[in-house]
């Protein structure tokens, strides 16, 4: 299974609302996850069931979608949330990444 | 607390073994599985594969599919990725990763702890 996101980068500013977009190659039914990654650092859970925030990330996160296309929004950019974000489908073996977006300050 | 805590930098010459480690705490190992991703340098997030060490059973990418060996010792709760031939390509960050399963959430399944990675670098 292939995910697609959209856009690969993404240049916004501090309290703008931005959304990124996974598609699937095939239904996935909500077997989604968004991770985030810091330069230097191991990807973080953020979202798992395509839109159930993990334990402890902010609710400027959110989630939504089912089948093979899934957002992932911030409702209000922080300073700490520019970082590459990744999808991730769990339906089925092997457990396939989207290619990235970079969140870069304007 | 839960954590996967992974060996060591490696700096390793073409064609030279390697194994790396990642062990688990704070949790019961046997009963998640634990995956391992691959990041090439300045490039995104690769699936290798997953081993459950509650009985070794193992899955690979059909990209890592006899290039790479993971294993599992669940006597010291260490999981284990390992080349028996490098090559320069194989030059990347590698992370473990605690795949988590919801029972209470219609079966669904994340990579919800990750380790902090071990880089291996491989060169002449």
């Known amino acids: 299974i292939q995910l697609t996101q959209s856009p690969s980068f993404l240049s916004a500013s501090v309290g703008d609302r931005v959304t990124i977009t996974c598609r699937a190659s095939?239904?996935?039914?909500?077997?989604l996850a968004w991770y985030q990654q810091k330069p230097g650092t191991a990807p973080n859970l953020l979202i798992y069931a395509a839109s159930t925030l993990q334990s402890g990330v902010p609710s400027r996160f959110s989630g939504s979608g089912s089948g093979t296309e899934f957002t992932l929004t911030i409702s209000s950019l922080q300073p700490e949330d520019f970082a590459t974000y990744y999808c991730?489908?769990?339906?089925?073996?092997?457990?396939?990444f989207g290619q990235g977006t970079k969140l870069e300050i304007k | 607390e839960v954590q996967l805590v992974q060996s060591g930098a490696e700096v390793k010459k073409p064609g030279e073994s390697l194994k790396i480690s990642c062990k688990a705490s704070?949790?019961?190992?046997?009963?998640?599985?634990i995956g391992w991703v691959r990041q090439l340098p300045g490039k995104g997030l690769e699936w290798m594969g997953i081993i459950y060490p509650g009985d070794s059973d193992t899955k690979y990418s059909p990209s890592f599919q006899g290039q790479v060996t993971i294993s599992a010792d669940k006597s010291i709760s260490t999981a284990y990725l390992q080349w028996s031939s490098l090559k320069a390509p194989d030059t990347a960050m590698y992370y473990c990763?605690?795949?988590?399963?919801?029972?209470?959430?219609?079966?669904?399944?994340?990579?919800?702890?990750w380790g902090q990675g071990t880089m291996v670098t491989v060169s002449s």
């Open positions: 990763a605690r795949r988590n399963y919801y029972y209470d959430s219609g079966g669904h399944k994340s990579l919800d702890i």
């Open positions: 095939q239904g996935i039914s909500s077997y």
């Open positions: 991730q489908q769990l339906n089925s073996y092997p457990y396939s």
């Open positions: 704070g949790y019961i190992f046997t009963t998640y599985w």
